[in-house]
T-cell receptor, first 113, second 113 residues
Framework: EDQVTQSPEALRLQEGESSSLNCSYT??????LFWYRQDPGKGPEFLFT???AGEEKEKERLKATLTKKESFLHITAPKPEDSATYLC??????????????FGRGTSLIVHP | DSGVTQTPKHLITATGQRVTLRCSPR?????VYWYQQSLDQGLQFLIQ???????AKGNILERFSAQQFPDLHSELNLSSLELGDSALYFC????????????FGEGSRLTVL
């Protein structure tokens, strides 16, 4: 069974204090690892897709990296508007040939001004 | 705005009742996914449809059913509701049924009293 574990569950940072969120996974035949951002009461918003170990993607203050067992979401000099829950999802071939993303429980990030 | 529309946004009902949640995918997307999100379970995959046909099933209860219509909108039917069914229900769409990011709606918040 595909497993996705995110850590920490919650993270409080001061504005400008860089940090990293972790997503470790156990899956056979990874066909993509996704990062989403979710604001309270809203649907998850797509950030990045990573497909192979060594791949990196950047967007503003966020940088996602991927190894064979885990992914990191690095947040550089965060601002209060970066406060949200960050979700990681892995996609692999499941029963019947379908590809269904399996989500972790997320890391709740609060950035204090 | 992801382009995915869900109605209703909020729904309050009593145990034993039946409700229908509706989802319109992004223009051009053929695949629709339904997820349930509760505080203690995170995002749980329920069911996927692709171009009108069921493609994959997750942890969907027998009291729940779904369908995708010829115009590609989808409905999730929840019956014999229990207190534990209270959750956020998200619909997401993607271009195809395979790999790729999902675009989520704003969700339907169901409260069962």
């Amino acid at each position: 069974e595909d497993q996705v574990t995110q850590s920490p569950e919650a993270l409080r940072l001061q504005e400008g204090e860089s940090s990293s969120l972790n997503c470790s996974y156990t899956v056979s035949g990874l066909r993509g690892l996704f990062w989403y951002r979710q604001d309270p009461g809203k649907g998850p918003e797509f950030l990045f897709t990573l497909y192979s170990a060594g791949e990196e993607k950047e967007k503003e203050r966020l940088k996602a990296t991927l190894t064979k067992k885990e992914s990191f979401l690095h947040i550089t000099a965060p601002k209060p508007e970066d406060s949200a829950t960050y979700l990681c999802a892995v996609q692999a071939r499941g029963a019947g040939g379908s590809y269904i993303p399996t989500f972790g429980r997320g890391t709740s990030l609060i950035v204090h001004p | 705005d992801s382009g995915v529309t869900q109605t209703p946004k909020h729904l309050i009902t009593a145990t034993g009742q039946r409700v229908t949640l509706r989802c319109s995918p992004r223009s051009g997307d053929l695949s629709v996914y339904w997820y349930q999100q509760s505080l203690d379970q995170g995002l749980q995959f329920l069911i996927q449809y692709y171009n009108g046909e069921e493609r994959a099933k997750g942890n969907i209860l027998e009291r729940f059913s779904a369908q995708q219509f010829p115009d590609l909108h989808s409905e999730l039917n929840l019956s014999s509701l229990e207190l534990g069914d209270s959750a956020l229900y998200f619909c997401a769409s993607s271009v195809a049924g395979g790999t790729g990011e999902l675009f989520f709606g704003e969700g339907s918040r169901l409260t069962v009293l």
